[in-house]
């Protein structure tokens, strides 16, 4: 009977061991979302890894030798608890399938901010504060609404000057 594994895979290799394991009918799922992130000061769109390092794999250990989906290249070893590797609910998987490609999921992962959501200033005179993103100014910029003595100041700041809380 078929079940899912965690193979823990070499690194940066996911992708390799994918397409190997799956090159020999092997059953294999790398969950990642395609996430929008800061990179020097742009937001751009990125593929990143649920769980990086890892792979679930499907296989009947019976017909399929542990050793085979071990030596696979990009595969370091299956994960192992006790004596034998570990099993993996299969709703698990099934649940990583459904919701990896999902907005909510990334928007979570994201660390491009929304309109409404809090940040904290990490540099310059303000570093520390709090303050509330309004929305993007060009490329590289955002406006934040700055409480001080007790009014919302609109102030624009470069994109690598806060996070998302």
Same mark, same amino acid.
């Given at each position: 009977?078929?079940?899912?594994?965690?193979?823990?895979?070499?690194?940066?290799?996911?992708?390799?061991?994918?397409?190997?394991?799956?090159?020999q009918d092997i059953e294999a799922f790398y969950p990642y979302a395609e996430v929008k992130k800061l990179r020097r000061r742009k937001v751009?769109?990125?593929?990143?890894?649920?769980?990086?390092?890892?792979?679930?794999?499907?296989?009947? %250990?019976?017909?399929?030798?542990?050793?085979?989906?071990?030596? =696979? !290249? &990009?595969?370091?070893? /299956?994960?192992?608890?006790?004596?034998?590797?570990?099993?993996?609910?299969?709703?698990?998987?099934?649940?990583?399938?459904?919701?990896?490609?999902?907005?909510?999921?990334?928007?979570?992962l994201s660390d491009v901010p929304r309109s409404g959501d809090k940040v904290r200033i990490t540099e310059g005179p303000f570093a520390g %504060?709090?303050?509330?993103?309004?929305?993007?100014?060009?490329? =590289? !910029? &955002?406006?934040?609404? /700055?409480?001080?003595?007790?009014?919302?100041?609109?102030?624009?700041?470069?994109?690598?000057?806060?996070?998302?809380?």
């Amino acid at each position: 009977m078929q079940r899912w594994y965690l193979a823990h895979c070499r690194p940066r290799e996911e992708e390799r061991a994918l397409l190997n394991l799956n090159n020999q009918d092997i059953e294999a799922f790398y969950p990642y979302a395609e996430v929008k992130k800061l990179r020097r000061r742009k937001v751009v769109v990125l593929t990143e890894a649920l769980f990086p390092g890892y792979i679930f794999v499907r296989a009947d %250990l019976t017909v399929t030798s542990s050793v085979t989906i071990s030596s =696979t !290249r &990009g595969v370091r070893n /299956l994960v192992r608890f006790g004596g034998g590797p570990c099993e993996v609910p299969a709703e698990v998987v099934y649940d990583l399938m459904c919701h990896c490609d999902s907005d909510e999921l990334r928007e979570k992962l994201s660390d491009v901010p929304r309109s409404g959501d809090k940040v904290r200033i990490t540099e310059g005179p303000f570093a520390g %504060l709090e303050a509330i993103y309004q929305e993007a100014d060009g490329e =590289t !910029r &955002g406006i934040l609404l /700055l409480t001080m003595l007790q009014k919302a100041i609109p102030t624009s700041f470069a994109n690598d000057e806060f996070t998302r809380l």
